[in-house]
Nanobody, 116 residues
Framework: QVQLVESGGGLVQPGGSLRLSCAASGSRFRPAYIGWYRQAPGKERELVAL???????KYTDSLKGRFTISGNNARTTVYLHMNSLKPEDTAFYYCRVAWPDRGDSWGQGTQVTVSS
Protein backbone atom coordinates (compact mmCIF):
# COMPACT_ATOMS: atom_id res chain seq x y z
CA GLN A 1 0.00 0.00 0.00
CA VAL A 2 1.40 3.36 -1.02
CA GLN A 3 1.60 5.94 1.70
CA LEU A 4 2.86 9.51 1.53
CA VAL A 5 3.07 11.51 4.73
CA GLU A 6 3.76 15.22 4.38
CA SER A 7 4.70 17.55 7.19
CA GLY A 8 6.27 20.91 7.86
CA GLY A 9 3.66 23.31 6.58
CA GLY A 10 2.38 26.25 8.56
CA LEU A 11 2.25 29.99 8.87
CA VAL A 12 5.43 31.99 8.24
CA GLN A 13 6.17 35.67 7.80
CA PRO A 14 7.40 37.04 4.48
CA GLY A 15 11.12 36.48 4.18
CA GLY A 16 11.00 33.45 6.44
CA SER A 17 11.85 29.82 5.80
CA LEU A 18 10.15 26.47 6.05
CA ARG A 19 11.15 22.90 5.39
CA LEU A 20 8.59 20.45 4.12
CA SER A 21 9.07 16.70 4.50
CA CYS A 22 7.51 13.81 2.64
CA ALA A 23 7.93 10.24 3.79
CA ALA A 24 7.03 7.72 1.09
CA SER A 25 6.43 4.00 1.55
CA GLY A 26 4.86 1.16 -0.39
CA SER A 27 7.50 -0.06 -2.82
CA ARG A 28 10.86 -1.77 -2.60
CA PHE A 29 12.07 0.09 -5.66
CA ARG A 30 13.70 3.48 -5.86
CA PRO A 31 11.20 6.01 -7.21
CA ALA A 32 11.55 7.16 -10.79
CA TYR A 33 10.97 10.59 -9.28
CA ILE A 34 9.65 12.17 -6.13
CA GLY A 35 8.96 15.78 -5.37
CA TRP A 36 6.61 18.63 -4.79
CA TYR A 37 3.79 20.46 -6.51
CA ARG A 38 1.67 23.29 -5.19
CA GLN A 39 -1.77 24.69 -5.75
CA ALA A 40 -2.86 28.16 -4.75
CA PRO A 41 -6.54 29.12 -4.44
CA GLY A 42 -8.08 29.59 -7.86
CA LYS A 43 -4.99 28.37 -9.67
CA GLU A 44 -3.87 25.16 -11.29
CA ARG A 45 -1.51 22.79 -9.58
CA GLU A 46 2.06 23.52 -10.63
CA LEU A 47 5.42 21.85 -10.38
CA VAL A 48 7.72 23.07 -7.63
CA ALA A 49 10.61 20.62 -7.70
CA LEU A 50 11.35 16.98 -8.50
CA UNK A 51 14.30 14.74 -7.86
CA UNK A 52 14.85 11.80 -10.19
CA UNK A 53 16.31 8.35 -9.63
CA UNK A 54 19.54 9.45 -11.33
CA UNK A 55 19.77 12.39 -8.90
CA UNK A 56 18.83 15.00 -11.46
CA UNK A 57 16.59 17.75 -10.16
CA LYS A 58 13.99 19.85 -11.90
CA TYR A 59 12.62 23.14 -10.64
CA THR A 60 10.12 25.64 -11.82
CA ASP A 61 12.38 28.42 -13.08
CA SER A 62 10.79 31.13 -10.95
CA LEU A 63 11.61 29.22 -7.75
CA LYS A 64 15.25 28.43 -8.44
CA GLY A 65 17.53 29.97 -5.86
CA ARG A 66 14.89 30.12 -3.15
CA PHE A 67 13.69 26.50 -3.03
CA THR A 68 15.88 23.43 -2.79
CA ILE A 69 14.86 19.79 -2.95
CA SER A 70 16.84 17.06 -1.25
CA GLY A 71 16.29 13.52 -0.08
CA ASN A 72 17.81 10.42 1.42
CA ASN A 73 19.63 7.95 -0.82
CA ALA A 74 16.66 5.63 -1.12
CA ARG A 75 14.44 8.57 -2.01
CA THR A 76 11.92 7.44 0.58
CA THR A 77 12.11 10.80 2.27
CA VAL A 78 12.27 14.06 0.39
CA TYR A 79 12.55 17.60 1.68
CA LEU A 80 11.71 20.96 0.26
CA HIS A 81 13.73 23.79 1.76
CA MET A 82 11.96 27.08 1.16
CA ASN A 83 13.73 30.36 1.82
CA SER A 84 12.83 34.04 1.36
CA LEU A 85 9.17 33.11 1.30
CA LYS A 86 6.71 35.48 -0.30
CA PRO A 87 2.94 35.83 0.09
CA GLU A 88 2.56 34.39 -3.42
CA ASP A 89 4.12 31.16 -2.18
CA THR A 90 0.96 30.56 -0.16
CA ALA A 91 -0.54 27.30 -1.36
CA PHE A 92 -1.21 23.67 -0.60
CA TYR A 93 1.98 21.75 -1.23
CA TYR A 94 1.63 18.18 -2.44
CA CYS A 95 4.15 15.39 -2.52
CA ARG A 96 4.19 13.22 -5.64
CA VAL A 97 6.04 9.96 -6.21
CA ALA A 98 6.29 7.58 -9.15
CA TRP A 99 7.47 4.03 -8.57
CA PRO A 100 8.16 1.46 -11.32
CA ASP A 101 5.76 -1.04 -9.74
CA ARG A 102 3.20 1.30 -8.17
CA GLY A 103 2.75 4.09 -10.63
CA ASP A 104 2.02 7.66 -9.68
CA SER A 105 0.78 8.68 -6.21
CA TRP A 106 -0.03 11.95 -4.50
CA GLY A 107 -0.04 12.95 -0.86
CA GLN A 108 -2.86 14.76 0.91
CA GLY A 109 -1.02 18.07 0.93
CA THR A 110 0.21 20.47 3.55
CA GLN A 111 -0.77 24.12 3.79
CA VAL A 112 1.86 26.83 3.60
CA THR A 113 0.72 30.35 4.41
CA VAL A 114 3.06 33.32 4.05
CA SER A 115 1.62 36.35 5.77
CA SER A 116 2.53 39.05 8.24
Amino acid sequence: QVQLVESGGGLVQPGGSLRLSCAASGSRFRPAYIGWYRQAPGKERELVALIFSDDRTKYTDSLKGRFTISGNNARTTVYLHMNSLKPEDTAFYYCRVAWPDRGDSWGQGTQVTVSS
